[in-house]
């Protein structure tokens, strides 16, 4: 069974992939994680203020 996308091949195969994993990696240690830690931080804030209301 043929693939549905040929695989990419030639000169620009490495350079191509290797735009796309750079990019990958600034996407997630520079966006995704850094808001994941914020989310994190404000639901344990508001789960500790909620706790200390309640006694």
């Known amino acids: 069974m043929p693939?549905?996308?040929p695989p990419i091949?030639?000169?620009?195969?490495?350079?191509?992939?290797?735009f796309g994993t750079t990019f990958g990696y600034l996407w997630w240690y520079?966006?995704?994680l850094p808001r994941v830690r914020e989310r994190d931080v404000y639901y344990s804030r508001l789960e500790a203020e909620?706790?200390?209301q309640r006694g």
Do not use: D, E
């Open 30 to 32: 520079g966006f995704h």
């Open 9 to 18: 091949t030639g000169v620009r195969a490495p350079s191509i992939t290797g």
């Open 3 to 5: 693939a549905a996308i």
């Open 50 to 52: 909620r706790a200390a």
